[in-house]
């Protein structure tokens, strides 16, 4: 079992920042990659970045060059740096670790960009 916790959201002019984090506690050690994913009210949830346990990163295009995904192995922690924050970033923003078979999900925390 995996358990994640994120943290970080809250309410953000547009052009502005946030940096969410998700603290994973647990059986770690098999997971493949971490991710950050959102949903907007009345839409799918969608990937927005992912890194592999080599570092390998990937991103949606309506982030990439704003939104940048890291990780700290002795924290356990997945961070997602957010920058020039637009309206449409607005959503809930969810943490996954991919362990194969197995998907974890963390509780979910709201980003909302408006003026």
């Known amino acids: 079992q995996v358990q994640l916790v994120e943290s970080g959201g809250g309410l953000v002019q547009p052009g502005g920042s946030l940096r969410l984090s998700c603290a994973a506690s647990g059986n770690i050690f098999s997971i493949y990659a971490m991710a950050w994913y959102r949903q907007a009210p009345g839409k799918q949830r969608d990937l927005v970045a992912q890194?592999?346990?080599?570092?390998?990163?990937h991103y949606a295009d309506s982030v990439k060059g704003r939104f940048t995904i890291s990780r700290d192995n002795a924290k356990s922690t997945v961070y997602l740096q957010m920058d020039s924050l637009k309206p449409e970033d607005t959503a809930v923003y969810y943490c996954n670790a991919d362990d194969p078979p197995v998907n974890y999900w963390g509780q979910g925390t709201q980003v909302t960009v408006s003026a």
């Open positions: 890194i592999t346990n080599a570092g390998s990163t």
